[in-house]
């Protein structure tokens, strides 16, 4: 089946500590990206990647590192998470101008 | 860079009535506008999309508009279904790789 999983799925931890958020897709996809969702602001995209080894930035890329090591995985690394972090977190891989296909979230809290 | 607004953030119809959200971007060379379904406890999903050589597009039961020269797109659902009740989302972008999306709207459609 394809898809894009996300790991873990809620996840609650304390300000400073680092975390990892991973992501994997099975459809061959070059285009990976990770957004932000907050209640009246929508999806706002933090990093995305258009290959192995390339990224960029997003709107929101403060407080978040990325890597593309692989061409299905794409973590996002929150190195010293802070409470403003606190979100629902989707990654997401697709074509260029092509259906882009969601993971089922990560809600995170930071306390 | 580009700016996506969306309205109504609450629409609330009688089942089998239609529903219309509208959206407005900034930049005109934005060339590719996507809407996504999101439901309760999922990541989005697409429902349609339009490019800009195209004015409208119709699958089933729902169709897009695009007018370039005022710079919006309506998505449009007729004979709405309990089942359509979810938050939908529109996006813009030039480079598809740096999606804008809009704030959301809330459908709620009564049995």
């Known amino acids: 089946e394809a898809q894009v999983t996300q790991n873990p799925r809620y996840l609650i931890t304390v300000t400073g500590k680092k975390l990892t958020v991973t992501c994997s897709q099975n459809m061959n996809h070059e285009y990976m990206s990770w957004y932000r969702q907050d209640p009246g602001l929508g999806l706002r995209q933090i990093y995305y990647s258009m290959n192995v080894e390339v990224t960029d930035k997003g709107d929101v890329p403060e407080g978040y590192k990325v890597s593309r090591k692989e061409k299905r995985n794409f973590p996002l690394i929150l190195e010293s998470p802070s409470p403003n972090q606190t979100s629902l977190y989707f990654c997401?891989?697709?074509?260029?101008?092509?259906?882009?296909?969601f993971g089922p979230g990560t809600r995170l809290l930071v306390l | 860079g580009e700016n996506v607004e969306q309205h109504p953030s609450t629409l609330s119809v009688q089942e089998g009535d239609s529903a219309v959200i509208k959206c407005t971007y900034s930049d005109s060379a934005s060339n590719y506008f996507p809407w996504y379904k999101q439901e309760l406890g999922k990541g989005p999903q697409l429902i349609i999309d339009?490019?800009?050589?195209?004015g409208e597009k119709k699958d089933q039961r729902i169709a897009v508009t695009l007018n370039k020269t005022a710079k919006h797109f309506s998505l449009h659902i007729t004979e709405t279904q309990p089942e359509d009740s979810a938050v939908y989302f529109c996006?813009?972008?030039?480079?598809?790789?740096?999606?804008?999306f809009g704030s959301g709207t809330r459908l709620l459609v009564r049995p």
């Open positions: 339009i490019r800009s050589n195209v």
């Open positions: 996006a813009a972008t030039r480079s598809s790789y740096k999606l804008i």
């Open positions: 997401a891989s697709g074509g260029y101008q092509e259906t882009q296909y």
